[in-house]
């Protein structure tokens, strides 16, 4: 449940526009009431950079205290996409507090869950006799919770093949360590960015 929403208001109570000095006041719902619990004066100032930018949000960030909702007239550039990557909720909305943390509280718990996708593991394939192709690049580009280390290994230790091809978005660190220790050797070719080619020798 959102019990804490941010909010990026002026001087006078009303939401504001990030690129305009202000302050950040997280309220939290108390007794069906919204409470203000902490507040912290803000004014990203665009004059110093990008980077000098990205870390007065990175202190905005860890003000919020997981936080994961924040409000203002206007969000954009740097701050909108320091937030985003923090997961935060992004919303745009005029007027006082008081006329849209219930509205904004509503609609962010009717949002439906995401499940993240079923994990797929990648097969190995025998292209020729003894000589066997597997990818592993897009369990390493995606968070399915599978590792190079669970699909490799089950392969290696077996010692069946005479060659065994991996593509990989990087050398897994385990590996070379893996195949001295059993006998075996590997070529790596870099095909293009983030792409590469093992190509492991089977045992003699």
Same mark, same amino acid.
């Given at each position: 449940?959102?019990?804490e929403i941010?909010?990026?208001?002026d001087?006078?109570?009303?939401s504001?526009?990030?690129?305009?000095p202000g302050?950040?006041v997280?309220?939290?719902?108390?007794?069906?009431?919204?409470?203000?619990?902490?507040?912290?004066?803000f004014?990203l100032?665009?004059s110093?950079?990008?980077?000098?930018?990205?870390?007065?949000?990175?202190?905005?960030?860890?003000f919020l205290q997981?936080?994961?909702?924040? /409000?203002?007239?206007s !969000?954009?550039?740097?701050?909108?996409?320091?937030?985003?990557?923090?997961?935060?909720? #992004?919303? @745009?909305? %005029?007027?006082?507090?008081?006329?849209?943390?219930?509205?904004?509280?509503?609609?962010?718990?009717?949002?439906?869950v995401?499940?993240?996708?079923?994990? /797929?593991?990648?097969? !190995?394939e025998?292209?020729?006799?003894?000589?066997?192709y597997?990818?592993?690049?897009? #369990?390493? @580009?995606? %968070?399915?919770?599978?590792?190079s280390?669970?699909?490799?290994?089950?392969?290696?230790?077996?010692?069946?093949?005479?060659?065994?091809?991996?593509?990989?978005?990087?050398?897994?660190p385990?590996?070379e360590?893996?195949?001295?220790?059993?006998?075996?050797?590997?070529?790596?070719?870099?095909l %293009?960015v983030h792409?590469?080619?093992?190509?492991?020798?089977?045992?003699?």
């Amino acid at each position: 449940m959102a019990r804490e929403i941010a909010v990026f208001i002026d001087q006078h109570g009303n939401s504001a526009s990030v690129l305009t000095p202000g302050k950040v006041v997280v309220y939290r719902k108390q007794m069906q009431e919204w409470q203000p619990s902490r507040e912290l004066e803000f004014a990203l100032d665009q004059s110093r950079g990008i980077r000098e930018m990205r870390l007065q949000m990175a202190a905005l960030i860890d003000f919020l205290q997981g936080c994961k909702i924040f /409000v203002a007239l206007s !969000v954009v550039g740097v701050a909108y996409f320091e937030l985003e990557k923090a997961q935060v909720a #992004i919303w @745009e909305f %005029e007027g006082r507090p008081a006329g849209f943390l219930d509205y904004i509280q509503a609609e962010e718990e009717a949002k439906p869950v995401e499940t993240p996708p079923a994990a /797929v593991i990648p097969e !190995v394939e025998e292209r020729l006799p003894g000589c066997f192709y597997i990818s592993i690049k897009e #369990i390493q @580009e995606s %968070e399915a919770g599978i590792t190079s280390k669970q699909v490799l290994m089950p392969i290696i230790s077996k010692k069946t093949f005479t060659s065994l091809e991996v593509i990989c978005n990087h050398v897994p660190p385990w590996l070379e360590l893996e195949l001295t220790a059993r006998g075996l050797t590997a070529d790596v070719e870099k095909l %293009e960015v983030h792409t590469y080619r093992v190509s492991i020798q089977g045992p003699e």
